[in-house]
């Protein structure tokens, strides 16, 4: 199947730990983007890479850090979990120009 | 800055018509409609691309006026299946053109 997907799901973890979620896509896509979903279903662009490069970081704390090792997969990783990054965390990607956005399932986040 | 959507929220009878309005304090360059179900990802509905420009699927429609700074989306004889949170997304015209999504409008449709 053609899809963007994410791993884990769900990630339930203790404050100050570290943690990563993957994301792939099989599409084609030169772009791929993370995106935060907090409580209030705020959509927010975290970060953004085209062809292994990044191009976009919005005002986000250093403690998040992408990496996109090929055009097709872009990670985050999280170190030194906080309660307020609890939220539902969604990988996007598409075609250069367009920004027609395909969203992966996304990954649920919670920090106790 | 985040595009503005109103209502908030929308609960309809099927059969019945919704209006949902974005609206952006910034000059907009494109406007991007998405749906979300309940736990589920954003799904693209359309993109507008010129000021005046409408667009139309099935019986859900959207209009761009650009000069206002605004787009609307037009759900005609609403189904069940139209529930769920809709977001407007616009451009900001930059080298990325980063897509910023608005405030969201959940519709409820109910039988």
């Known amino acids: 199947d053609t899809a963007v997907s994410q791993t884990p799901k769900y990630l339930v973890t203790q404050m100050g730990n570290d943690k990563s979620i993957k994301c792939e896509q099989n599409l084609g896509h030169d772009t791929m983007y993370w995106y935060k979903q907090d409580s209030k279903k705020f959509l927010k662009i975290m970060f953004s890479?085209?062809?292994?490069?990044?191009?976009i970081n919005e005002t986000v704390p250093n403690r998040f850090s992408p990496k996109s090792p090929d055009k097709a997969h872009l990670n985050l990783h999280i170190n030194s979990l906080e309660l307020g990054d609890s939220a539902v965390y969604f990988c996007?990607?598409?075609?250069?120009?367009?920004?027609?956005?395909?969203f992966g399932a996304g990954s649920r986040l919670t920090v106790l | 800055q985040q595009p503005v959507q109103s209502p908030q929220a929308v609960i309809l009878r099927e059969g019945e018509d919704a209006v949902i309005n974005c609206s952006s304090s910034k000059a907009l360059y494109s406007v991007h409609w998405y749906r979300q179900k309940h736990g589920e990802a954003p799904v693209f509905l359309m993109i507008?691309?010129?000021?005046?420009e409408q667009k139309g699927h099935d019986k859900i429609s959207a209009s761009f006026n650009e000069k206002k700074q605004q787009s609307s989306l037009y759900l005609t004889a609403s189904q069940l299946s139209y529930s769920g949170t809709y977001f407007c997304?616009?451009?900001?015209?930059?080298?990325?053109?980063?897509?910023?999504f608005g405030t969201g409008t959940l519709l409820a449709v109910q039988p």
């Open positions: 890479y085209n062809n292994k490069e990044l191009i």
């Open positions: 997304g616009t451009g900001d015209g930059g080298a990325t053109n980063k897509l910023i």
């Open positions: 507008l691309l010129k000021g005046g």
């Open positions: 996007a990607s598409c075609v250069s120009g367009a920004n027609v956005l395909t």
